[in-house]
């Protein structure tokens, strides 16, 4: 059963930054895409930022520029960098993994961004 850990989220002041960290478990090196996902209050889930097994990234227009997802296949290990950040970026942050038949979820980490 993989499980996804993420850690790193915390309280900051805007235009602080924040590392992310989501560390996969039993995916016996079953290198896939991965991405980090956020839900704020009351709001959907969305993608922030995604990466494949190659290394080519995607993100969400909100954050291009302010965040940067990198992975270590060694440590089975994603990251999100966030700098400049917003108050709305403020949400519960997540790890996503596939699967082969749903998509793995991590039990999520807060990020709190204050004005």
């Known amino acids: 059963q993989v499980q996804l850990v993420e850690s790193g989220g915390g309280l900051v002041q805007a235009g602080g930054s924040l590392r992310l960290s989501c560390a996969a478990s039993?995916?016996?090196?079953?290198?896939?895409?991965m991405g980090w996902y956020r839900q704020a209050p009351g709001k959907q889930r969305e993608l922030v930022a995604r990466?494949?097994?190659?290394?080519?990234?995607t993100y969400a227009d909100s954050v291009k520029g302010r965040f940067t997802i990198s992975r270590e296949n060694a440590k089975n290990t994603v990251y999100l960098q966030m700098n400049s950040l917003k108050p709305e970026d403020t949400a519960v942050y997540y790890c996503?993994?596939?699967?082969?038949?749903?998509?793995?979820w991590g039990r999520g980490t807060q990020v709190t961004v204050s004005s």
């Open positions: 990466i494949t097994s190659d290394g080519s990234t």
């Open positions: 996503n993994y596939p699967g082969p038949i749903s998509d793995y």
């Open positions: 039993d995916i016996n090196n079953r290198i896939k895409p």
